[in-house]
């Protein structure tokens, strides 16, 4: 089968850097709950993201803005219990480590100590340095994120494709190198130009995985419930859907209550 892979070994922030200088790609993707991430990473995912995308995947929010750090840890605990090989990776909700270093650091321990993940992604570049840097002092392996920033929608007004202009571009390009040089063991690039991406995948030596960022990145990400179809309102360009599952689980559901109506479930074989 496609998706078995070989290596059962708990993947590390080591392992992902191997794999980049090996040239293998990176496999990772989002995941909010036991049932979900037991599914992803026994089909062999590299990496699953508890992202903020939980904001609007799970609780239909508008934005990942409205997510607490409660709630971020409640879902990062459901996925740390299902897994067993990929490494578990949080989003920091927003407004946890925007103010300053201190009280980024305090809400990072939190979340490793409550959730027991692996590692967490901020978003932003020089702005944060010095948290995501405190955050690293501690031992805490960090992802950045940059170009698209969803915690930032009010700010861009618009989800479109970030850095086409050569000022944001270069800006992007030095977020990242800081975020290497600073200790970050990966970055997410989010919905940039495939030649930007390429560029920053070359000059780094920490992993970049992609999202609506081209193929040459050393790893893709995407949102659990876009990939499989569960979702049909949301259409971007990047997005591959994988299978239908809107349709394929409005007809069980469908079914299932025309049995239940007609009297068919259950039969004599489904009671005691
Ligand atoms: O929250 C999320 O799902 C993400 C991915 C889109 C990278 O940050």
Redesign the pocket.
Known sequence: MAYLVEDKRKVTTHRLFQMKQEGKKIA?L?AYDYTTAKIVDSAGMDII?V????SN?MAGNMT?LPITLDQMIYHAKAVVRATQRALVVC?MPFGTYQVNPTEGVTNAIRIMKESHCDAL?L?GGVEIIDTVKKILDAGIPVCG?LGLT?QSINKFGTYTVRAREEAEAEKLVSDAHALEEVGCFAI?L?KIPATLATRVTKELKIPV?G?GAGGACDGQ???VADMLGMSTDFSPKFLRRYADLNTIMTEAIGNYITDVKSGDFPNENEQY
Do not use: C, F, Q, R
């Open positions: 990772m989002t993201l992202g903020d995308s939980a995947v990942t989003d992604k978003e994120h969803p997410v989010e995985i999202i990400v995407l949102v």
